[in-house]
C-alpha cells in the first residue's frame, strides 16, 4: 500500500457516519456512553412513578394513628411514619415535587443565562460591562442564604423556592453563552449575515442561539442536580415545602432523632437514597451530553 492509499484511507470516515447529521452524531456518542444511558434511563423511571404510581397508592396526606411508625410490610410496602401516613406514598409524592423543582429552576436558569449571556456578547460595550458586574454581585451572594432570607419573607413554598433558587443561579449559564457569543460574533458567517442586513434579534436566534444550546445543555443538567439538592437542604431545615406536603427533603427532617436513625431506617433511608440515586443519575447524563456535544469525542 502506497503513502497515497493510507493518507486517502485514513480521510474517509467511519462507515455510515459521512451521511449522518451532526445531531445524530451527538445521539450515538451519547448512546455510547453507556453510565449516561443508565443515568437516562433511571431519570425516566422515576419520572413515570411520580406521574402514574399516585394513582395506585393511598393519599400521601392521608393520617391512620393505628398504623403509627409500622415497619415495612402488608398493606404499607415501606412502612408509615410518625402521623401514620404511607411512605411509599409520600415518597412517590415527594418525587414529583422534587423533580418539579429541580426542572423548573433549570429551565428558569437557563433561559436567564441564555438571554442575558447572548445580549451582552452580541451588543458588547456598556451592554456587557453592565451585565458582567450585575453577574459579579449575584455570584458573590451565598446561595443557600439568600434563598432562606427569600423564603423567610416570602414563606415557604414550591414557587418561592423555584424563584429563590433560579433568580441566583443563573450567572454560570450567562457566563458560558456570554463566551461563546463573543467567538461566535466574529466568525465570516456572522459577520457576513449581518453584513448582508439580518438585524440583531434574528442573528441571535437564528445562528447563535442554536450554536450554544449543547454546551447549555449541560449546565441544565447540573442545575437540576443542585435544585435538587439544595430543595432537600431548605426542606430539611423547615424552610423548604411546607407541610404537609411530602418531598424527599421535608420525610428527612422527620427522621433527626437518634431513635428513629438507629431503629426505625425505613424512614429516612428510602429519601435519602432516592435523592442521591436522582442526583447521581443527573449527573451521569450531564457527562453523557458533554462528551456528545463535543465534536472531539469521536474520535
Known amino acids: ?48 412513578a411520580a406521574i402514574v404510581l399516585p394513582f395506585f397508592l393511598d393519599d400521601p396526606n392521608a393520617v391512620d394513628p393505628t398504623a403509627i411508625r409500622q415497619g415495612p410490610g402488608e398493606g404499607h410496602l415501606l412502612g408509615t411514619d410518625s ?28 433561559t436567564i443565562g441564555l438571554v442575558l449571556g447572548a445580549v451582552a456578547g452580541y451588543f458588547r460595550g456598556w451592554v456587557d460591562a453592565v451585565l458582567s458586574r450585575i453577574t459579579d454581585v449575584v455570584l458573590s451572594f451565598p446561595t443557600l442564604i439568600i434563598v432562606i432570607v427569600v423564603v423567610a419573607f416570602v414563606g415557604p413554598s414550591v414557587t418561592a423556592l423555584i424563584l429563590g433558587i433560579g433568580l441566583f443561579h443563573w450567572p454560570v449559564a ?84 437518634l431513635t428513629i436513625l438507629e431503629s426505625m431506617p425505613w424512614l429516612w433511608l428510602p429519601p435519602g437514597i432516592a435523592i442521591a440515586l436522582t442526583v447521581l443519575a443527573v449527573n451521569f447524563v450531564g457527562d453523557g451530553l458533554r462528551d456528545a456535544a463535543d465534536p472531539r469525542a469521536a474520535r
Open 1 to 48: 500500500m502506497t503513502a497515497l492509499d493510507t493518507m486517502t484511507t485514513s480521510a474517509v470516515p467511519p462507515e455510515g457516519q459521512g451521511s449522518l447529521s451532526p445531531g445524530q452524531l451527538a445521539v450515538r456518542r451519547f448512546r455510547r456512553h453507556k453510565v449516561a444511558v443508565a443515568g437516562l434511563v433511571l431519570l425516566v423511571l422515576f419520572g413515570l
Open 83 to 110: 402521623a401514620g401516613r404511607d411512605v411509599l406514598a409520600r415518597l412517590v409524592a415527594g418525587g414529583r415535587v422534587s423533580l418539579l423543582v429541580g426542572l423548573s429552576v433549570a429551565a428558569l436558569t437557563t
Open 174 to 257: 450567562f457566563r458560558i453563552v456570554r463566551g461563546l457569543t463573543l467567538s461566535l460574533r466574529e466568525q465570516d458567517s456572522i459577520q457576513a449575515v449581518s453584513g448582508l442586513g439580518a438585524g440583531p434579534a434574528r442573528v441571535l436566534r437564528k445562528h447563535v442561539v442554536p450554536a450554544v444550546v449543547a454546551p447549555l445543555t449541560v449546565v441544565a443538567t447540573l442545575e437540576v442536580a443542585q435544585a435538587i439538592l439544595l430543595e432537600a437542604a431548605l426542606s430539611f431545615i423547615g424552610l423548604g415545602v411546607p407541610p404537609p406536603t411530602a418531598s424527599w427533603g421535608n420525610m428527612l427532617n422527620e427522621a433527626q432523632s
